[in-house]
């Protein structure tokens, strides 16, 4: 048996252990839908909506106004964002990105800012040095309404990437601080 | 003595209590060098730079054209973000958003994308119900630098969020799915 002060250790420990493996805090209805549509994930790449990516640490932000007018986020798990902060390159492997897009519209309450309107894709870059070593490492899902984009889209994913941002780990995004 | 079984336990317990309290995983140069400086609270409201705010969860994304061409990010601590997902009205005390600003610059890789430039100026709103009872329960603070903003520009704060979003607990940010 263990001694009453073991015990409280014990219980500290525990509970602990318990808020770690709760976070994030929360994950909203609707990550969970789309994290449940995913289970298809997309092809080529055999990526999956990652649970919780909604609660990731922000990278950067950005505005698309070619053939679109979508604002952006860039998020990133920890080992991104650490690798990030940390000016590490190239990304270790286990770190995975987030981009999420939303319609830009005007601001209901404050004339002059735009906010975000619908959200009409999400898409996801996962590092595994092995398994995407045709790629630079890198494995890309897009997934609109939770759902895998086709083949064909995703075929578009790294010759894009790979013709600007090779010397960047094929990642556009640089950290906004 | 504890047995076996409950070493390991504990050791279980006490990794998990220190990854909890290392986390955030990481806090960038300028982040520690803005907290110092922000050691100077803000006029009015005495809020500080917290620490750790850039590794806090995405909210929403913003853009401002009218007197600025600026992206943000609003994001939100692990109380706020936890109400917003849950539809939590008024936010807790204990709720915490940053609002980061940037100047829209263009992509140098990208075409037609705008990416974040210089940072001009960071946000924050502390809900303390007691402390700040005057002003819907939210104290505000904007530094420039890493310094407090002057009294008159904190005066403006809480008449704006007053005028334009009282019904939503004085937040203007909507979350971003």
């Not at 492997?93 to 404050?110: I, Y």
């Amino acid at each position: 048996m263990a001694s009453p002060v073991h015990r409280r250790i014990l219980l500290i420990g525990v509970a602990a252990l318990t808020a770690t493996l709760l976070l994030p805090v929360a994950i909203g209805a609707e990550e969970k839908a789309a994290a449940k549509a995913g289970a298809a994930a997309s092809p080529i790449f055999g990526v999956s909506i990652p649970e919780g990516y909604r609660g990731w640490h922000l990278i950067a932000v950005s505005h698309r106004t070619d053939n679109k007018d979508e604002l952006r986020a860039i998020l990133g798990n920890d080992v991104a964002f650490k690798a990030f902060r940390e000016n590490t390159l190239p990304f270790p492997d286990g770190a995975m990105f987030a981009k999420l897009a939303w319609q830009r519209v005007a601001s209901p309450t404050f004339k002059g800012a735009w906010v975000p309107g619908v959200a009409p894709r999400v898409e996801f870059m996962v590092k595994d040095s092995r398994k995407y070593s045709s790629t630079g490492g890198w494995g890309f899902g897009r997934f609109i309404n939770g759902k895998p984009a086709d083949e064909a889209q995703h075929g578009t994913c790294f010759p894009c990437h790979d013709a600007r941002v090779k010397n960047h780990d094929w990642v556009f995004t640089e950290f906004a601080p």
